[in-house]
């Protein structure tokens, strides 16, 4: 899909976020989270985040980040480079499709990561790569089956609670419940349950503001209950359908650190 | 335990002084690098940058009674700076045993310049060159001698061209010429006395091919021409008398996901000019249980041409309290039945600040496990911080 393409069908998922309240009611789950992922994806995106890692004792660790993103054709395309703390700077992972690779400049060379990594914890957060992929460029309709619940009132804000029932059996989580505003179509809530039905984490957005014609989450914090560790993601830039030369996500840029 | 003695400056320094054609050349290497960067422009920019690391380590040497305490320190500094497509980075290295100030050590590290031009790299000076997909010990990683003193960690730089071309699909070209060589050590060490030579002629080279990301595989194929690392003691008229070996090494290395399963192999079989031919080779896997523990295992076959050695190695890596890391490794030695065995934990005591803690004991057998020169029994506490 062309990016200009790309950009009417968000700009009119916004007209109707901005407008069409009344419409709420109407939507199916699939049409809703069809309207998630419009919102959430893109063909690019180039993002500054510092992280911040809790663990259960509350000791707290600070990250900076910069990531590259670009989808093309099936393949999901990003590029993450630590900026900081100065241990970590320099230390960039890629993926490309369902490869993925690590660079380590103390290393010097670039390793594969096998498969498992995918289902592992993203840069030591409480998000998997999984997630990632999920709310970044593959959304959650290709994964999920969604059903619409009802709708709400949370925090003062109109929402529609969902529940995501997996599409495929080897999926993480049994199932997922999304509380999406309908203003903005951005998920406010999302419950992650484990295999055994208990609730493992919890995704709550907030600082929600318009950045070129779409919403976006400034914060995100993900809360593990079942070990209680967070991770804070908070945006400290972001820019959508930008040109990036597919030679972003090569080894050999991987590899030059820049 | 021994611990081997390898001079500050290797004979090699001293030769690029005399190796005057080749010096002049290389000045005029890094005078065009300069050249290229200053008529390009500024495109980008950054720096100069600054950072480093400052360790400071204190281990309890048990094989001793009396417990033996070693404090050592290190302080590198690394220097980068880039200027259109041209960058320069160094790492300056400040090194010593604590409690004597004579004892510490200046030494620059690596120091290269870089021209990155769209579709491939040209690197010169001093530096590591790190190939193959093994994990720890990898056969096709011939550039750089080992520091025996530290088999496991890294190897000593040397000084290199490097130039690496850059094709579709991930596919890269590398070549390396090494001018001046480096040997991993200099003299025998088990006969101090013999007199060991170096070649008289110093070229070497390598060149690789490797493809990335290609259906879901990874693999190269390398050729180094040059000169064994570990001298050879050979009877001449002159009596006895070490050499380094002048040889040819072919080797490939793959890597792979079976399902959730990460999968190597990597081989080099090299040729001597005289003497018999030999392969090492190394075959490992690793995999993440769904508790994040990490669990690696290797198989490594080493031959020197007059000796064959077969290590098990494995690898434990996991989480802790989400700042923390545990490790574990361990060595076997398969014909010796020596073992080697060395968890670790690495507290997080502040962004960018570490404190290590370890142990690292030693069953040697048959005088199996030669290779690590460590103390068989020993304790140790480490901060690293970076800045």
Known sequence: MSIRLKSVIVILTMLFAFGCGTEAADLTGSEIIDRVDTMMQSESKILKERMII???????????????????????????????????????????????????????????IAGHARKGSFMGSDLSYEDMEELGSLGFASSYEAKLIGTEEASGEAVYALELLPKAKDLTYLKLCMWVSQKTYLPRRIEYYDQDGKLLKVLITSNIHAVQDRWVAGEMQISNVQTGTKTTLEVKDVTFQEEIDDSIFSTRNLERGR | MTAYSVPATWKGEDRMKTSTMRYRLFLGLIGLLLLLGSVSGSVWASGPSIGGQWEAKLSGVLDDDPVKLVGTSSLSIDLQHQTGPVAFDATLKIAGSMGDKDAFEFDMDTACLNYMARDYDIRFGKQRVSWGTAMGLNPTDVINPQDINDPLGDKLPVWALVGQYYLENNVELTGVYLPFFRPAIDAIPTKPQIPV??????????????????????????????????????????????YYREVDTIGADFATSLGDVGLWLEAAHTTPKEGDAYTNWAIGSDYRLPNGLLVAGQ????????????????????????????????????????????????????????????????????????????????????????F
């Open chain 1, 54 to 112: 809790s663990n259960a004792a509350g000791q707290q660790r600070t990250r900076e980040i910069q990531a590259w993103n670009k989808r093309a054709s099936d393949k999901d395309n990003m590029l993450v480079r630590f900026l900081a703390p100065a241990d970590v700077a320099g230390t960039s992972f890629l993926m490309v499709g369902d490869d993925m690779w690590l660079y380590l400049p103390a290393l010097g060379k670039v390793r594969r």
């Open chain 2, 299 to 386: 198989y490594y076959h080493q031959e020197t041409g007059k000796t064959q050695h077969d290590y098990l190695m494995f690898g434990l890596e996991k989480e802790l309290a989400v700042i923390h890391r545990g490790k574990l490794g361990a060595v076997y030695d398969t014909d010796s039945g020596s073992f080697m065995v060395n968890p670790e934990v690495a507290l997080s005591l502040a962004d960018a600040t570490e404190l290590v803690l370890g142990g690292r004991y030693l069953d040697r057998k048959q005088g199996g496990l030669g290779m690590l020169p460590y103390s068989d029994k020993e304790i140790y506490a480490q901060v690293v911080t970076s």
């Open chain 2, 197 to 242: 030579y170096y070649p008289e002629e110093d070229g070497e080279w390598a060149v690789k091919i490797g493809a990335l990301g290609m259906a879901g595989m990874d693999f190269s194929l390398m050729y180094f021409s040059g000169y064994e690392r570990m001298p050879t003691v050979r009877m001449t008229a002159r009596g006895m008398e070490g």
